[in-house]
């Protein structure tokens, strides 16, 4: 089997570096982590990218780059700026809606998005008491005295806040149910009456500003009811699976950063008179992060590879997730170990990446969420 990247990903790769390092100076990334955003310059320059001629998310035939290339991009993204960034979840946001909503009204977010470089809809699909329990969903939309209204609470919107519309997955309480409940989606202006939207106080992934959002028997129209494939929580359960490789390929990014900048600080320091990198326990440590690194990325490109030939499975996807998020944050931890007390101040990012890369034990389906999934499965495949 041929381990090398194809040509055209490695001018995808070259495409992203050049934008990157362009962009993503340390200094322009703390004052972005310090704002809770990016300049409307920075992320219109990304979706304008010209990869060989194609936009980002979608060629100019609206043929969608493979997941193999979509994969790529954040994880050079997340390595070059040492930072998560809004990009993994605009991709898995456009595919959700892209996925659940007619022709006519993905297309006035496409377009929307490779002219402004923001999404028109901030995705509001966890709530506080489900978690990862997806099935538990308590937000609804029902006809009351001829009305529709909804109601309930999401939390972790990104761009909750700011948006204009939010896109609400939402039990349809007037469909029937079958094996699960009715899911429906409704893209809803953020204007509307009865909306009301709390910031969340994370501790890391600064750039990313996060909102818990009330609706209390908010009126619907018809029209924000997404119309395209009903195809429910199976088919939402599998774009979580991709937004599960992108997160992974975010935190895998954020871990290589973290590594080049221990190996370099490994070069430069010196302590009783020679280098630290000579030093047993240092060469010891950063031999064990470039195991997991190279672990992690086999895991993240493996899942790709296979999603992308319609050959992915639930098993390869819960035990990336549970494994990739975790080793990226040991290797955080261990630079910010070589690092010694700078490593814990804000001077040096590698504090910054481990605080990024821990969020992704938890967003996406925790680790022992991936446990619960994982096992099951385990048990199928030695029966």
């Known amino acids: 089997m041929d381990f090398d990247l194809a040509p055209e990903y490695e001018k995808l790769i070259a495409t992203v570096r050049e934008f990157g390092e362009q962009h993503f100076t340390c200094e ?8 809770a955003g990016l300049p409307d310059e920075v992320v219109r320059d990304f979706v304008n990218l010209d990869f060989n001629g194609f936009g980002v998310i979608h060629r100019r035939d609206h043929v969608t780059y493979d997941t193999m290339a979509q994969t790529l991009v954040l994880e050079e993204l997340a390595r070059v700026s040492g930072a ?20 006519g009204q993905f297309e006035f977010v496409r377009t929307g998005y ?6 028109a809809f901030a995705l509001a699909i966890s709530e506080p ?3 990862s329990d997806t099935m538990s969903m308590r937000t609804s939309a029902r006809t009351i005295d001829g009305r529709l209204v909804l109601n309930g609470t999401k939390t972790f919107v990104n761009n909750g806040e700011y948006a204009p519309y939010l896109l609400v997955a939402a039990i349809d309480r007037d469909a029937s149910t079958g094996k699960h409940p009715a899911l429906s989606f409704w893209l809803v202006p953020h204007d509307l009456p009865g909306i009301k939207v709390y910031p969340v106080q994370k501790i890391g992934q600064s750039i990313l500003p996060f909102s818990t959002v009330v609706f209390e028997n908010v009126r619907l129209d018809e029209p924000y009811r997404l119309h395209g494939k009903q195809a429910g929580f199976p088919q939402l359960f599998h774009l979580f699976e991709i937004g599960r490789l992108f997160s992974c390929a975010t935190a895998l990014g954020l871990a290589q950063a973290a590594m080049e900048d221990a190996v370099a600080y490994a070069r430069t320091r010196t302590a009783f008179g020679t280098q630290i990198a000579n030093f047993q ?11 997991k690194l190279d672990n ?19 098993l390869g996807v819960a ?4 494994y990739v998020p975790e080793a990226a944050t040991e290797v955080a931890s261990d630079a910010m170990q070589i690092f010694g007390g700078r490593g814990y101040t804000r001077n040096e990012r590698v504090s910054s990446i481990w605080q990024d890369c821990r969020g992704f034990q938890m967003a996406e389906g925790t680790d022992q969420i991936m446990v619960y999934v994982a096992a099951p499965l385990i048990m199928e495949k030695y029966a």
């Open 84 to 103: 998560a960034l809004p990009f993994p979840n605009d991709f898995l946001n456009l595919q959700i809606m892209e996925e659940f909503a007619g022709s």
């Open 296 to 314: 992690m990325r086999n895991s993240v490109c493996k899942n790709a590879w296979k999603l992308d030939r319609g050959c992915g499975d639930r």
């Open 129 to 131: 008491e489900g978690g």
């Open 281 to 291: 326990q240092i060469e010891q440590m950063l031999t064990d992060m470039e195991v």
């Open 28 to 35: 322009a990334v703390r004052q972005w982590q310090h704002d």
């Open 319 to 322: 035990l990336m997730k549970r």
């Open 114 to 119: 490779q002219t402004e470089g923001r999404l």
